[in-house]
């Protein structure tokens, strides 16, 4: 087994990082440095009875606090007082105010000002919303006010002592002390005020600065840079830097040129932030980024499809349900209609045959008046009893005649009726049929809006199975990576035993200083012991690979010593 396999890293969610060795023969990035990680949280984990949560102080504690706002007070306005004249004197004097009343203007204010800004800096510290850059007005004013303090003591017709030095010095004493304890203020509040998950920042130890400077003001802007607050972590990572980057020279045999990019990431990424197997993860996590985002792009492809086709069938179905209420409207309309003519078409008939009727019976009447005329006139030569019988006779005739008109008269009304009647069927059962025309074209409208209901309810299913499907898929990709993940788990740990066995043998080996030749043989043997124990098993291209032999009858011949050796109860360490 060789020691130059790719080590397989993944890429942590905790930004504490660990030596790329899970899955490779490559060395352990083991450092004899102690765990401060460790000690700082079993630090972090010890809590003093009795002491109160971050923004709430004991009675004793609020006191304390209260003293000590007290003497800053205190010390600023003694401060002020002997800055005061000093400064008042030096704008009169030196630059020019006109009048010792504007100098003292000018020391009032810049005084002023310096404490404006601290009192809001303090202020916003302590409602959380911390101003960074105000607390640089007040040092360059405070240095400001140094500076004209000193100035005001220095001599001016002979050069300067020792004494004089001192004498500037002392001038700065108070506001600077005044300024440290602005700032142990602000810090203070800071922590009261800090939430508790927010994490402490570590500081570098001072004799690292002073042992190693370059390096660790390096290590400084990187904590800076990327937001690691734990040294032992900074710490930790340049070693696994270190350690990976040896590794790989040893793999490519010190030439790093003849590594790929990949292999190069946690050098290329260090500046930016990365630990070494963030680094080796990237190309993993951006194939499954770029594999994630295709199928979401193909999910929303298929999504769209869906919602078209399923426009497409509403559509339909609302034009399918237009058009069967508008034929069963024009149904309706034409039966109405026909109703309407066929009995306007009843009534003229009928009107029709009664006016001819009255008309025939009119000429009935005038015929015969005229033949009873006649009659009379024939009767009169006719004696009287032929009168009498003659008047009987035409009794007899009007009689007839009048039940003829009443019988022609109603048959006349009879088959009036009977051709209104059959006219008011006719346009009845056609008005009907195309009732049941209409209603059987809204049942097939109907019919076709229950298919696109069905059609949509199918094409549910469809994308429920789709999405099935899809997740299913999923699953068995997320299953087959981690059962690769095993097996290249469990590959990596076989590599491992077998790299110990190798180490353990050729320490061995180097006690008992055996000769290249017997260091060659044992580890043919231990290849033979690997490959099953069977010497013939193991080809010679990988004993000449191993042993560094051109030969191919000098690595039989290991191989044949080798088989000599385990026979004589030779086994690996």
């Known amino acids: 087994m060789s020691i130059t396999d790719v080590p397989q890293m993944t890429a942590r969610e905790t930004p504490v990082s660990h030596p790329p060795t899970p899955a490779s023969n490559a060395p352990d990035f083991a450092s004899d440095a102690p765990d401060f990680a460790s000690e700082r949280e079993k630090r972090k984990s010890i809590k003093t009875d009795g002491t109160p949560s971050a923004g709430r102080l004991t009675r004793s504690q609020k006191w304390t606090a209260g003293l000590i706002v007290a003497a800053a007070l205190a010390l600023a306005g003694i401060g002020l007082y002997l800055s005061f004249e000093h400064v008042a004197g030096f704008a009169y004097e030196e630059l020019d105010f006109g009048s010792l009343k504007k100098g ?17 800096d303090l202020l916003m510290a302590w409602l959380k919303r911390p101003i960074s850059w105000i607390r640089y007005p007040v040092w360059l004013l405070t240095a400001a006010t140094v500076v004209l303090n000193a100035a005001s003591s220095a001599p001016r017709d002979r050069a300067w002592e020792l004494l004089d030095y001192v004498a500037a010095f002392a001038h700065a004493v108070v506001p600077i002390l005044f300024i440290m304890v602005v700032e142990l203020g602000r810090t203070s509040i800071d922590r009261v005020v800090r939430p508790s998950e927010q994490e402490e920042r570590d500081s570098i130890p001072l004799d690292r600065w002073l042992l190693a400077p370059v390096p660790t003001w390096k290590i400084y802007r990187r904590m800076r840079l990327w937001g690691i607050s734990s040294y032992p972590e900074m710490i930790r990572r340049d070693q696994d830097l270190i350690a990976y980057e040896l590794w790989l020279k040893r793999k490519h045999k010190g030439d790093l040129s003849k590594a790929t990019e990949d292999e190069m990431l946690p050098m290329t990424m260090a500046p930016y932030g990365y630990t070494v197997a963030q680094a080796l993860a990237m190309p993993d996590e951006q194939d499954q980024a770029a594999e994630v985002r295709q199928e979401d792009a193909e999910r929303r492809r298929l999504e769209a499809d869906t919602r078209r086709k399923l426009a497409q069938l509403d559509a339909q179905e609302q034009q399918l349900r237009a058009e069967g209420k508008v034929a069963a409207a024009q149904a309706e309309i034409d039966g109405e209609t026909g109703q309407a003519r066929a009995h306007a078409s009843a009534k003229i008939s009928a009107a029709e045959r009664a006016a001819e009727l009255e008309k025939q019976e009119l000429e009935t009447a005038v015929i ?56 008011e069927t006719a346009t009845i059962a056609e008005v009907r049929q195309r009732e049941a025309e209409a209603r059987q074209r809204e049942a097939e409208a109907d019919k076709a809006a229950a298919e696109t209901r069905r059609r949509a309810v199918e094409a549910d299913r469809l994308a429920a199975e789709e999405a099935e499907r899809v997740a299913a898929a999923r699953a068995n990709t997320e299953e087959a990576r981690q059962r690769e993940a095993e097996a290249a788990m469990a590959a990596a740990e076989t590599r491992l035993a077998a790299a110990e066995v190798e180490r353990r043998a050729i320490e061995i080996e180097d006690a008992a200083k055996l000769t290249p030749r017997e260091r060659a043989v044992r580890k043919v043997a231990r290849m033979v012991i690997a490959a099953g124990g069977n010497a013939d098993q193991v080809p010679l291209a990988d004993i000449q690979r191993e042993t560094a032999v051109s030969s191919t009858d000098t690595a039989s011949k290991y191989r044949q010593e080798a088989a000599e050796l385990l026979a004589s109860g030779y086994a690996a360490a």
């Open 104 to 120: 003292q203007l000018f020391a009032v204010g810049v005084d002023t000002g310096i404490m404006v800004m601290i009192a809001v």
């Open 368 to 423: 015969a008046e005229a033949r009873a005329r006649q009659a009379k006139a024939e009767r009169e030569e006719a004696d009287e009893r032929e009168a009498q019988a003659a008047a009987d006779v035409r009794a007899a005739q009007l009689e007839a005649q009048a039940a003829e008109m009443r019988r022609a008269t109603e048959e006349a009304d009879r088959i009036a009726a009977a051709e209104a009647q059959a006219i």
